[in-house]
Every structure is written in structure tokens, then in C-alpha cells.
């Protein structure tokens, strides 16, 4: 049971990304899926999380009114929209499952699968 996210890259301050998250092995369709990020030298934090039947949580302030999340539930894939997006937004980005259809805590313990992460590198 894997993920896999995809969509990291270079981007200048004030342009957009989208980032993809996608299972091998199961599908999302059940779990409630969330994004994390950790830039560096800090801890991995939790972004936004999204549940099995679309409800959003938001974990992170800094994020509000430039992110979304959203699943895809045909294709089997949740997106994280980046917009507006800041040199603090520098980071690498995981998709990470829970076993439950609703957004629990922003806890790293409440998420059972992770991807390898992608890189987000936001500088002019």
C-alpha cells in the first residue's frame, strides 16, 4: 500500500502549483487523506485534510485563502491548488491516509500511510 504524490517543482513567488496524490494497492476513496509539509530545519506540519466525503479541515492559518484541497474520487486522486504562493511555502509536500473517513487531528500518529513527499521550492 503505497502514495505517491507528484506536481512539486520551481515556482516564483506569487505562482501557482498543484500537487497529486495517488494510492498503489488500495483506493482512497474510503479515507479521509491529508497534506503535510516540512520546510527546513522545521517540523513537519499539518496543512489541510480533506475527507472521504469532502469535508475540509483546515490545520494551517498561514494557508488559508491560497490552498484547497480536493479529491477526485473517479480517478482515485486528492489535489492540493497552491496559489499565491510564498517563499515560506518552501517545503516538501506529503499526502498522508488515515483508516478513517473523517479528518482527525493534525497528529502524525492519526495518519497510517505516507508518501515519499515532493519538493516545493518557492524563489525568484
Known amino acids: 500500500l503505497q502514495l505517491a504524490e507528484s506536481g512539486g517543482g520551481l515556482v516564483q513567488p506569487g505562482g501557482s502549483l498543484r500537487l497529486s496524490c495517488a494510492a498503489s494497492g488500495f483506493r482512497l476513496d474510503s479515507f479521509a487523506i491529508a497534506w503535510f509539509r516540512q520546510a527546513p530545519g522545521k517540523e513537519r506540519e499539518g496543512v489541510l485534510c480533506i475527507s472521504a466525503s469532502g469535508g475540509i479541515t483546515n490545520f494551517a492559518d498561514s494557508v488559508k485563502g491560497r490552498f484547497t484541497i480536493s479529491r477526485d474520487h473517479a480517478e482515485g486522486t486528492v489535489y492540493l491548488q497552491m496559489t499565491s504562493l510564498k517563499s515560506e511555502d518552501t517545503a516538501v509536500y506529503y499526502c498522508?491516509?488515515?483508516?478513517?473517513?473523517?479528518?482527525?487531528?493534525?497528529?502524525?500518529?492519526?495518519?497510517?500511510?505516507w508518501g515519499q513527499g515532493t519538493q516545493v521550492t518557492v524563489s525568484s
Open positions: 498522508a491516509a488515515t483508516l478513517s473517513s473523517r479528518c482527525q487531528s493534525d497528529g502524525e500518529y492519526e495518519y497510517a500511510y
